[in-house]
């Protein structure tokens, strides 16, 4: 006969359970968009507390439904469940989906229904934990389901279960490990003392932990075969949605999915982060890019010859390229002044492109240059310069920018329209550039290389993306940018090549496929081609010095970031603020039914409380940033984010030390997390200190530091 279980074991053994529960509500949220899992989380607690109280079935029942019906009032009702809005929006909610079942119309049933057999799935898993537990005292078929289900989420979804697979085997062998002893216990009619239970139980732990630490730490072997899922759904679509990644000629059909590719391209020696360009495209099909000419115009650069202008011969950087794979083409950093490489090569430059290939001076044909130097001065910009690129001066314009201002006849107008819609409130063409880089990230869009759309042949590839999916990747964003810039007959052109690459040291990157990448080009009348970077969780390398004042600074930028938001956004927030609060009725007439529901509510959130309060690390970057977008961009705002960031550097164990000033501060952060955006955001906190206010900076650009900067903590 089993032996009953005590409350602290079954508190011991459902704090397990609740961690792997964990598991199981993350992918969900994530790939359904759900949200709120901290609530479904409480759910779960308010049933394990149920448990442990040993409260009567109809009482946890009640308790139950209670948490469900105030759960669905405020988030798909708007209201409390004790005010009288949210009594009526449950009255119209029954009503109606009574109505769609009962004449089988199960496709309209509200969101609300949803929710609530999700809640009943919930219950009805931790009722039959609760018996495998205590009657069974095995838990190896829910462990199993857990394993088979993360296992099947991170094959054919975008959720990466690796990590969850891996904590749900060491908290199921630790419950396991434990249920095991309760049997042997039983079994021999063993009575220990919680003491002498710990101890038995202790060296468990220790042996799950350090095997868990060793299989994690271990050196593993690549994967010895492909990844089977873009072989099966090409079987069943009968279509090639997969491709790899990698820099590719061919772009005249852009969309769909990639896998990953982590071979080497080339090593860079380089003393600054760079983006490297490889080539660009001057024709947008609606589908993909092409070129608008058959041959393009050859010149040649021989070694050793000065091909840009050194603006200050003190900041040259000299950077030495090892390739690895076997490609002819040139890379070209922005402010390339001459390439040294050996004499049995020449490097040929197509003219309308930019696109460097080597060819052996020899046989006359394509072949890669193992290694070759570049000497690389990056231009600086003046913002004042930027901002002095009326609209006006684009009519001045000669026919050979015709073919970057091109666009199909097909485009939607509603592409051309949020193009305007945009930009209205910038006044010149470097502002609306800046709108249109900045839209994606605060309108909806996100980035991932999964699932993404191939548009029909009666689909626009941006007007499908900016409209319809709104997820993608560089090549969605990068495209986009240019058509809507195109839309304003503002010159633009679609580039491609790699991003950074990864850090080995200091001055050493290696760039795999993995990198490769598109931006965008935009001609500034007075100034040339300007790189700009739209695509969400990239920076870009763009420098500017700030020589405008202060209040200009301040007043473009705002309505830069005003002008990013969508229209139908600036709608909702419109009708948001005519919006009144509703009359309640009393809550005292209602407190002797309620007060068992929030008295195990107030446990719930002391028990939240505490979890929040040991998340901080993870909750607090998105808390600063939301408060820090209700807040002016001025030096107020961003000395009070500058010291949000330390303190959080702080909290994640990147510790200033006494005599440490902050630039030194700074440049061991950008070492350790391989980035700028630490010594960026010092020198223009320095600059506040010491300049008493006189002078300028970009402040959406330094928010976007901030940004990235405080997100990085978070994870």
């Known amino acids: 006969m089993k032996a009953p279980i005590s409350k602290l074991e079954l508190a011991v053994y459902y704090t397990l359970i609740f961690l792997i529960l964990y598991e199981w509500l993350v992918p969900v949220m994530e790939l359904t968009n759900t949200g709120y899992i901290y609530y479904f989380l409480l759910f779960i607690v308010l049933s394990i507390i149920c448990v442990l109280l040993k409260l009567r079935s109809w009482l946890s029942a009640i308790i139950k439904v209670m948490y469900i019906l105030w759960f669905i009032t405020l988030t798909h009702g708007g209201a ?42 919930l219950w009805m898993l931790m009722y039959l934990i609760h018996y495998w537990m205590t009657v069974r005292h095995s838990l190896f078929y829910f462990l199993v389901m857990t394993i088979v289900f993360i296992a099947t989420l991170d094959t054919f979804s975008t959720y990466d279960g690796k990590f969850a697979i891996m904590k749900v085997l060491l908290y199921g062998l630790v419950l396991t490990g434990m249920l095991v002893l309760k049997q042997i216990i039983t079994a021999h009619d063993i009575r220990l003392s919680w003491k002498q239970a ?11 932990a350090a095997a868990g630490y060793g299989a994690y730490s ?71 890019w092409e070129q608008s000419y058959d041959e393009p115009t050859k010149e040649y650069i021989t070694p050793n010859t000065l091909i840009g202008t050194m603006r200050d011969e003190d900041n040259v950087d000299y950077v030495t390229i090892t390739m690895d794979k076997d490609d002819s083409y040139v890379l070209s950093p922005y402010g390339t002044l001459r390439y040294n490489y050996d004499d049995a090569y020449m490097i040929e430059e197509s003219v309308e492109s930019g696109y460097r290939e080597s060819v052996n001076v020899t046989s006359w044909t394509e072949e890669m240059i193992p290694s070759y130097s570049i000497e690389v001065d990056e231009p600086t910009y003046s913002l004042e310069e930027l901002r002095n690129t009326d609209m006006s001066r684009y009519a001045q314009l000669g026919e050979q920018f015709d073919r970057y201002l091109q666009l199909p006849e097909t485009l939607p107008q509603r592409v051309r329209d949020l193009a305007v819609n945009v930009t209205k409130k910038a006044g010149n063409a470097y502002d609306k550039a800046r709108a249109i880089e900045t839209y994606f990230q605060s309108s909806g869009y996100t980035y991932t290389t999964k699932d993404v759309a191939i548009p029909d042949d009666d689909e626009d590839y941006v007007d499908q993306f900016l409209f319809e999916t709104k997820f993608g990747y560089c090549d969605n964003f990068s495209t986009a940018m240019v058509v809507m810039l195109r839309a304003l007959d503002i010159p633009a052109r679609w580039v491609k090549g790699f991003v950074t690459g990864d850090a080995i040291d200091s001055t050493t990157y290696e760039i795999t ?79 002797d039914v309620l007060k068992w529901l929030f008295g195990g509510i107030a446990i719930m959130l002391l028990a939240a409380a505490v979890v929040m309060y040991n998340r901080r690390r993870q909750w607090l970057p998105s808390y600063y940033i939301k408060q820090s977008k209700n807040e002016p ?83």
């Not at 710990?198 to 799950?208: N, R």
Request: hydrophobic share 35%; glycine share 6%; net charge negative.
């Open 218 to 288: 271990l050196p593993k072997s690549p994967p010895k075969w492909p990844d089977p899922v873009p072989f099966v759904t090409g079987v069943i679509t009968g279509e090639k949605t997969v491709s790899q990644v990698g820099y590719d000629t061919n772009d005249a059909e852009l969309g769909g999915s990639f896998e990953s590719d982590d071979t080497l391209v080339f090593t860079a020696q380089t003393n600054e982060k760079r983006y490297w360009r490889i080539d660009s495209r001057d024709t947008y099909t609606s589908k993909g």
């Open 633 to 715: 961009q001025n030096w107020t705002t961003f000395e009070k984010n500058y010291k949000n960031l330390l303190r959080q550097l702080h909290a994640v164990g990147y510790v200033r030390g006494t005599n440490e000033t902050l630039s030194a501060y700074a440049k061991k952060i950008d070492e350790a997390l391989q980035c700028t955006e630490m010594t960026t955001l010092t020198t223009a906190y320095e600059c506040y200190l010491y300049g008493n206010y006189a002078q300028d900076a970009d402040f959406t650009y330094l928010q976007e530091c901030w940004e990235y900067l405080i997100n990085r903590t978070s994870g």
């Open 80 to 121: 409390h469940l004790v005010q009288l809005d949210g009594v009526r929006f449950l009255l119209s909610e029954v009503t109606y989906n009574a109505q769609q079942l009962v004449a089988g119309d199960f496709s309209y049933i509200t969101n609300s229904v949803r929710t609530i057999l999700f809640f009943i799935l």
């Open 198 to 208: 710990v101890l038995y139980t202790l060296p468990l732990i220790i042996v799950v």
């Open 513 to 591: 496929n993995n990198e490769a990448h598109s931006w965008v080009e935009v001609y500034l009348v007075g100034i040339g081609w300007v790189p700009f970077e739209p695509t969400i969780g990239f920076t870009g390398t763009l420098d500017i010095s700030y020589d405008v004042q202060e209040q200009e600074v301040e007043a473009a930028e705002q309505k830069s970031e005003e002008a990013s938001q969508a229209p139908e956004q600036l709608a909702e927030e419109e009708q948001d603020a005519t919006l009144t609060p509703t009359s309640t009725f009393s809550f005292a007439e209602l407190w």
